[in-house]
């Protein structure tokens, strides 16, 4: 059965600040979605909210996944449900690797599932990684740093993806990923989420401000977001015309007074 996110009505507040003022939005399993507006138009907002952070408090609507209330569940069991959030800015752990951190992070689903599993054996997660990381043309040693200690952009960015490779989410949502990258590291991350849309079936919301990123990962439908509200979607030609025309058609349609 194909996996959705569907989001009703959603409203959410930061203290007694409302920033979503009522999104809908259906994503399946296997689609890709653009999300993109100018800044404080609540595109993060809805990321956290959907991965569960508490300082976003959904005050109305309700958002279901895979059939399941999400807003019910704690951020570890969206997670063990199968959804996946790459950060804007991931944090760094010191101390712990990043193949430590994913073979935690995959036991921590098998144990959900059974709790008398062991989890993956070392050689089947060792096979896994280099698999991975061989698919996303990255150097095995990279396995062996601390999870984002002295990272570049692009090298937390590829963490990310790696980390999506490895725990195959039904849906994973990219919260401003091309943020702060070159072009280079940008066409790999891009493509690596591209491939596993394509090869595990996966559903991807990427949250962007600019058109570049979709020149790699293609999307099947673009969202608009001003004030809190998705106001406009479409196809790819959506896109296209924000990449030529900027926000300022979209604020006079729906008379906005927001700042790019």
Do not use: C
């Amino acid at each position: 059965m194909t996996a959705a996110l569907e989001i009703k009505n959603l409203h959410v507040s930061i203290g007694d600040l409302p920033i979503l003022k009522g999104i809908d939005l259906l994503v399946k399993q296997g689609e890709i979605h653009a999300l993109m507006g100018p800044n404080g138009s609540g595109k993060s907002t809805l990321a956290y909210t959907l991965a569960g952070h508490p300082n976003y408090v959904p005050t109305a609507g309700e958002v279901v996944f895979d059939g399941k209330d999400l807003l019910d569940l704690e951020a570890d069991e969206r997670s063990r449900a199968g959804l996946f959030l790459a950060f804007q800015y991931p944090v760094a752990v010191p101390g712990i690797t990043l193949a430590k951190f994913l073979r935690q992070a995959i036991n921590a689903r098998y144990q959900a599932e059974d709790p008398d599993s062991k989890g993956i054996s070392i050689p089947a997660f060792r096979r896994l990684l280099t698999e991975k990381m061989a698919a996303l043309d990255m150097d095995p040693k990279f396995a062996g740093r601390y999870l984002n200690e002295g990272f570049s952009g692009g090298e937390k960015k590829r963490a990310e993806i790696l980390q999506m490779a490895a725990l195959e989410p039904k849906i994973a949502i990219m919260d401003e990923t091309d943020s702060g990258l070159d072009i280079d590291a940008l066409r790999v991350v891009a493509e690596g989420a591209a491939n596993l849309n394509r090869a595990s079936n996966m559903g991807v919301l990427v949250i962007t401000h600019y058109q570049r990123i979709l020149n790699y990962i293609k999307p099947d439908f673009i969202h608009i977001m001003l004030d809190g509200r998705i106001v406009e979607s479409g196809g790819p030609e959506l896109a296209l015309k924000l990449e030529d025309s900027g926000y300022d058609w979209v604020r006079e349609k729906y008379g906005s007074t927001e700042e790019a």
